[in-house]
Nanobody, 122 residues
Framework: VQLQASGGGLVQAGGSLRLSCAAS????????MGWYRQAPGKQRELVAT???????NYADSVKDRFTISRDNAKSTVYLQMNSLKPEDTAVYYC?????????????????WGQGTLVTVSS
C-alpha cells in the first residue's frame, strides 16, 4: 500500500491550498481516508476524515474552512484548505484504513503517507 501526498507549499494567511493523496495497492472504495497534521513540537492531530460513502468528520479548528473529498475512480482523496491561518502550518499526512465508518483516532489507521509541508505566513 502506498499513499502519495502532494500539494503543500508556502501561502499567505487567508490564502488557499489543495492537498491530494493518491493511493495504490488498495481497493480504494473499501477504505476510510483521513488527513492528519503535525506542527513542530506538537502531537499529530486529526484534520478530517471521509468514508467511501462520503460521511465526513472535521476537527473543530478547521470546520467551515477545510473540505475533504474523494474520487474513488482516481483512488485519490483531497483536502481543500481555505482561509488559511499561520496556526495551520504543519506537515499534513494522509492515512487509510479498511472500513466503512468514520475513523477519528490515529490508531485506527493502518497506512500513512509521507507527509506534505504546509506553511502559512502572516
Amino acid at each position: 500500500v502506498q499513499l502519495q501526498a502532494s500539494g503543500g507549499g508556502l501561502v499567505q494567511a487567508g490564502g488557499s491550498l489543495r492537498l491530494s493523496c493518491a493511493a495504490s495497492g488498495v481497493t480504494f472504495s473499501s477504505y476510510v481516508m483521513g488527513w492528519y497534521r503535525q506542527a513542530p513540537g506538537k502531537q499529530r492531530e486529526l484534520v478530517a476524515t471521509i468514508t467511501s460513502g462520503g460521511s465526513t468528520n472535521y476537527a473543530d479548528s478547521v470546520k467551515d474552512r477545510f473540505t475533504i473529498s474523494r474520487d474513488n475512480a482516481k483512488s485519490t482523496v483531497y483536502l481543500q484548505m481555505n482561509s488559511l491561518k499561520p496556526e495551520d502550518t504543519a506537515v499534513y499526512y494522509c492515512a487509510a484504513s479498511e472500513g466503512s465508518t468514520v475513523m477519528s483516532m490515529i490508531y485506527e489507521y493502518d497506512y500513512w503517507g509521507q507527509g506534505t509541508l504546509v506553511t502559512v505566513s502572516s
